[in-house]
Nanobody
Framework: QVQLVESGGGLVQAGGSLRLSCTAS????????MGWFRQAPGKEREFVAA????????FYADSVKGRFTISNDNAKNTVLLQMNSLKPEDTAVYYC???????????????????WGQGTQVTVSS
């Protein structure tokens, strides 16, 4: 049974930092890309960042570029999202997801992902 489990969410003041973690299990993820998405109340799920399995390709939404950093540790089947300079508009439930292979065109599209975590809440107060 494939599982993606996120952790690290919480409440932080604007300008602060959080680090989200996602650990995958239940199958081999060699060659799979990992992505982070978020969904605020009343809004559609939106792409945040993605990373290729090798870790040498990353892709970010314009809204988080320069503030968020995605990385992976394949030995631990873990992907991290370091979030700095957080803003109230970053408040959302954050989800990690896994898809086979990588392309800039596909990694930003939720429909292209096969597996999803349950989400972790991030709340940024002003």
């Amino acid at each position: 049974q494939v599982q993606l489990v996120e952790s690290g969410g919480g409440l932080v003041q604007a300008g602060g930092s959080l680090r989200l973690s996602c650990t995958a299990s239940g199958r081999t993820f060699v060659g799979w890309s990992m992505g982070w998405f978020r969904q605020a109340p009343g809004k559609e799920r939106e792409f945040v960042a993605a990373i290729s399995w090798s870790g040498d390709i990353t892709f970010y939404a314009d809204s988080v570029k320069g503030r968020f950093t995605i990385s992976n540790d394949n030995a631990k089947n873990t992907v991290l999202l370091q979030m700095n300079s957080l803003k109230p508009e970053d408040t959302a439930v954050y989800y990690c997801a896994a898809k086979l292979s990588y392309s800039d065109y596909e990694v930003s599209r939720p429909s292209k992902y096969s597996y999803w975590g349950q989400g972790t809440q991030v709340t940024v107060s002003s």
